[in-house]
């Protein structure tokens, strides 16, 4: 049933819980003073409160120069837009904002760059730090997120290809099927090695943490590892209905994880068993969650397809822009990163409306893999062997 709504009511709504981080702009004594509008008068303070906030935060203009409409009925069209900017203005609040952050690099020569040599793969943010995958010569690195300098290395991880960060500690995987941990707290030395090949699986990809169990992501299936604080990690293997996994991501709920071959997205339970399928097409490889939707990367399809994680519906797919090998995907909640393994370049897109925001070069035969955020900055791996602030 429809409910017509209006837009006294619907600013109150919107600026009370969309808006809740907003310090409030009305006028309590004196609500209208601040305002342009002649119609209204009669609104009590704490709808003309929501409406000075509505407006001062440029979420409405109004009907008119003059006229709110507190009483007119508000669209799908007008809601649509009043929801749209409400999101964008919590931009406003984020650490890019706080910072005066809002420049975008045009090449790599405006990128902040760190020299790590070797062959970068996959790289994770702590909160504080970058850690870095190098495969070729068995090194994660850190690295400092507000300078980009090299604080420690530590060895001893052959192969490793990815990485997480969880419960305090930063876990890796390799290609050739070991799982490696290192603690931060202790001098940087060898890499503690977990579990290897039988019981994991072989040709580990990913690695992804539930709060609970570390889902090595292999190439044929999944291991499930349960951390014990004595002992040996015991490890659950589950290879049914799998064919070439290669990216997965936790949506808070359950894990979802891309199966190259058969061009799916799968929806897994706590067992690692397939739940639900999503055909995205050709080729998806390592994809990011946003807190509402998936973005799926397909490498044979240059395009990136958006999946909403609550049931699974295919929103559309990014397509352009520069779309050139994609591998991976990164989200910074303004800002949606993919890097083009084939195009030497990154691709951005706007978050909430998906507005393409152009391709960005990070120089020949560099080979970009793998992306992630800090909350200011997005940090990519080139093959090339440099660590690229963005």
Known sequence: MHIPVSHK???????????GGMASLGNAETPAQALPFTDTSQCDTASMNAIGEAYWSGLTSGTSATTFGPEETVTREQMATFVTRTLDGSFRFSRRASMNRWAMPKGI????????????????????????????????????????????TWTGASGVFSLTSAMGKIYGVS????????????????VRIIATTSPLLAGPTNLIFDGSLLWVIGYKGVSLVNPQAKGPWSVITQDAGFQALTGAIYDGTHIWVTDFTAGTLLELD?????????????????????????????????????????????????TGNGLNGPVSVASDGERILVTNFHGDSVSIWHATNLKAMGEVSTGVDSFPTFACSDGINFWITLQSGLLVRF
Do not use: C
């Not at 790590?116 to 068995?138: E, F, K, T």
């Not at 290609?175 to 030395?189: A, F, I, R």
């Not at 799926?296 to 994680?309: C, E, G, I, L």
């Open 175 to 190: 290609n050739t099927g070991s799982l490696y941990e290192l603690d931060p707290q202790k001098t940087p030395g060898d």
């Open 270 to 318: 706590e067992n690692a068993g397939i739940i639900r399928t999503v055909a995205v097409g050709p080729g998806p490889m390592y994809p990011a969650f946003d807190g509402i939707n998936i973005y799926v990367p397909k490498f044979t399809a240059d395009a990136v397809s958006v999946v909403h994680a609550a049931n699974g519906k295919i929103l559309g797919e990014l």
């Open 9 to 19: 009511i619907f600013s109150l709504v919107l600026t009370t819980v969309f808006a």
């Open 109 to 152: 020569a405006q990128m902040g760059t760190t020299e790590l040599g070797g062959v970068l793969m996959y790289a994770v943010s702590d909160g504080g730090n970058i850690w870095v995958a190098d495969s070729s010569d068995g090194r994660i690195l850190k690295v400092e997120a507000n300078s980009g300098r090299l604080l420690e």
